[in-house]
């Protein structure tokens, strides 16, 4: 009867130890809700949830934290999302995972309606901390983004 009891331990064992892989698996995604801070203002702005489709990272604003900006429309853009609610809107579009870090897509400033290039990575030290870098040629301006739970 002792076999049964330490393949039962081990089996436990075993299960406890796969659900810690996969913890630490997803929290080292760039998938998942995040609270962005403006770079100048050092301001919460919005939650955007980062996501995964077809291989590709989008985001979208889920929330927009300052309430009187809730119903906000994209009065500056220039594309398909001129005057169209913020929230809700995607702004981030079709990044691929390069290494450590997701490249090669745009990310939407809807209050100023410029699109960028976009890069984001993980802080190495930080899973929690996302950095959202958007540039044109040599100008660049990077934001801290915090994961939300």
Excluded: H
Excluded at 12 to 36: D, E, H, N, P, R
């Amino acid at each position: 009867m002792t076999k049964p009891k330490l393949y039962k331990k081990t089996s436990y064992i075993y299960i406890v130890l796969f659900l810690f892989c996969m913890q630490l698996g997803f929290a080292q995604s760039v998938v998942g809700k995040w609270k962005t801070i403006d770079d100048e203002t050092g301001e919460a702005k919005s939650i955007v949830e980062i996501y995964e489709q077809n291989g590709k990272i989008y985001g979208k604003v889920v929330d927009i934290i300052d309430a009187s900006k809730r119903n906000g429309l994209c009065e500056k853009c220039k594309d398909y999302r001129k005057n169209k609610p913020v929230l809700g809107m995607q702004i981030i579009d079709g990044l691929t995972k390069d290494d450590d870090e997701y490249s090669d897509g745009k990310i939407l400033d809807p209050e100023k309606g410029k699109l960028y290039k976009c890069k984001i990575w993980l802080d190495s030290d930080n899973k929690n901390k996302l950095y959202v870098r958007g540039y044109v040629a040599f100008f660049y301006r990077t934001q801290n983004w915090y994961r939300v739970n």
